[in-house]
């Protein structure tokens, strides 16, 4: 379980990116973060995942006390979380399944895990045939499949998405969606920053709305609820 | 850590030492100079310790005793003279065995010798050799002082000024070596940078999947050393090579001169050059990672 307690986050320059939050985030749901550009939602996943510490309140991730992890602790909490970004950052001399295999590599995996496990995690995204081929030569969703690839092969027990659709024209966009709700139902803890309204109306998901770094709604089955 | 890891980071040291070819090879060119300069005054100074020593294992006082002082008078002072502090070993000579040593010693003086052999000047003396060649000149004073002795000669003026060279040389070389050290350090460190800058993507998705700090680190860390070690190796060949012609050089054209033994001047380069060179690529890699990595 994720829990917020009044959290906010206040950057050098005065900026507040959140305010006051309190959220709980439970094993196996599937939230949807909205709200307009500038809301706050890129600041709260970037505290999710420790890149940021709010500057008060507390973070809890399962046994994990945010504001009190030691360095050692920062690299066993990541490895519960599996991150997906708008602009997927893979590695752009390094071939679909080298960028795959990579995450596993860095944390210490074995060879022979690595063989078994990044084919598996590529079949699942539909990329098995790619396996060979560099990100430029793959489409805009084939690159993101790839970044959801990377973020899965370590067996995440939550995956933290930042508007990972952003890029992609809509159908596109469904299908990566589909592909995260996949991803949910085999037992991952999902949480999507997006402004794609179409896909989280379709989807019936919690949803969790953000208003100048402030949470002002949150429904179990909600919509997107902004026009765009 | 397990095996694969070792042989990731091998893969990635690898990588960023060839992706970086020309960084690469500045670095091990300016640790090979550094190196080699190091190596120069080792050399240098081992020489002149070997040359001290030799010249030390040879007379280094004469001490002549007037003529009309009689034999068992001479051996009274010798018994003395071997118990003063400062005096390593003496040994007495007759002036026969004198004019014996000075022939064999210039055999061409010819004109010299045939003097020495009909009227035989010289006189009986003492060889005495000290513990310490800074102590011969009170030596020489005490020995001016006894009534039997005539005068006394002495080449240890040599040999001492040559010890005190060697330690300026030490100080000058450790002097050099300081600066041309830093000037290495900030070309590796520089290096690791780029490397650092090089791999920010890689670094990036690291530690967002949770790789451990010293996981991200130690290929910048092992690039330092690999770095500070195959520049000292060039130096070393480089050396070695050198002194052992050297060493050719000097037999034909100084047969005399005692050059020090090739193998005891390369063990001591190679200690020093090796462990400068891991010592040299090590800081470089904490202070870059320091500045420049930051995980
Ligand atoms: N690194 C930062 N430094 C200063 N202000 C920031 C920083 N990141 C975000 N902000 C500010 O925080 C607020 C929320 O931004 P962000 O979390 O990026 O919103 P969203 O992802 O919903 O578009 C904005 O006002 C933004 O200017
Ligand atoms: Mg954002």
Do not use: C
Not at chain 1, 8 to 18: D, F, P, Q
């Amino acid at each position: 379980m994720i829990r917020l307690e009044n959290v906010s986050k206040r950057y050098g320059n005065g900026h507040y990116g959140v305010i006051d939050v309190n959220l709980e985030i439970h094993r196996g749901e599937f939230i949807f973060l909205v709200g307009p550009s500038g809301a706050g939602k890129s600041s709260l996943i970037r505290m999710l995942y420790r890149e940021e510490l709010p500057t008060s309140g507390e973070i809890y991730l399962d046994e994990f006390r945010l504001s009190q992890l030691r360095r050692t602790q920062v690299s066993r909490l990541r490895r519960q979380l599996g991150v997906v970004f708008q602009d997927v950052k893979l590695l752009t001399n390094r071939t679909v399944f080298q960028n795959v295999a990579f995450a596993m590599e860095v944390v210490g995996a074995k060879g022979h895990d690595i063989q078994k496990r990044v084919p598996q995690v590529l079949e699942l995204v539909g990329l098995a045939r790619r396996r060979n081929n560099l990100p430029h030569q793959l489409s805009g969703g084939e690159q993101q499949r790839v970044g959801i690839a990377r973020a899965l092969v370590n067996n995440p027990v939550y995956v933290i998405a930042d508007e990972p659709t952003g890029n992609l024209d809509p159908e596109t966009a469904f299908d990566i969606i589909k592909l995260l709700n996949e991803i949910n139902r085999r037992g991952a803890t999902i949480v999507m920053a997006t402004h794609a309204k179409e896909i989280v109306n379709q989807m019936h998901k919690r949803v969790v709305a953000v208003e100048n770094g402030r949470v002002v709604r949150d429904e179990a089955r909600g919509a997107y609820g902004y026009e765009p | 850590m397990n095996l694969n890891s070792v042989w990731y980071i091998a893969k990635e040291t690898g990588r960023n030492l060839v992706y970086n070819i020309w960084m690469t090879l500045a670095s091990v060119s300016t640790v090979a100079i550094s190196m080699f300069v190091l190596s120069f005054f080792l050399v240098l100074t081992v020489n002149m310790t070997h040359l001290t020593t030799v010249l030390q294992s040879q007379v280094e006082m004469r001490v002549f005793i007037n003529a009309n002082v009689p034999r068992h008078s001479e051996m009274t002072l010798l018994k003395q003279a071997d118990q003063w502090p400062g005096v390593r070993k003496i040994q007495f000579f007759t002036k026969q065995q004198a004019a014996d040593s000075l022939k064999k010693e210039f055999p061409d003086q010819r004109d010299l010798l045939t003097l020495i052999s009909k009227s035989n000047p010289l006189f009986d003396g003492f060889n005495v050799y000290t513990k310490n060649p800074n102590e011969i000149p009170a030596l020489a004073v005490r020995f001016q002082h006894e009534k039997a002795v005539h005068n006394v000669v002495y080449e240890g003026q040599v040999v001492s000024r040559l010890s005190r060279l060697s330690v300026i040389m030490k100080w000058v070389g450790w002097a050099v070596e300081l600066l041309l050290g830093l000037a290495t350090l900030f070309i590796i460190v520089n290096t690791i940078r780029l490397a650092v800058f090089a791999r920010r993507r890689e670094v990036a998705v690291m530690k967002l999947v949770g790789a451990t700090d010293w996981f991200i680190r130690w290929p910048f860390v092992l690039e330092g050393l690999v770095l500070g070690i195959v520049g000292a190796g060039v130096a070393d060949l480089v050396v070695s090579q050198g002194y052992h012609w050297l060493i050719m050089a000097a037999t034909g054209a100084l047969p005399f001169w005692p050059m020090a033994p090739y193998a005891q001047v390369m063990a001591k380069t190679w200690d020093f050059t090796l462990i400068g060179g891991l010592v040299v690529g090590g800081v470089a890699s904490i202070v870059a990672l320091r500045r420049f990595l930051k995980v």
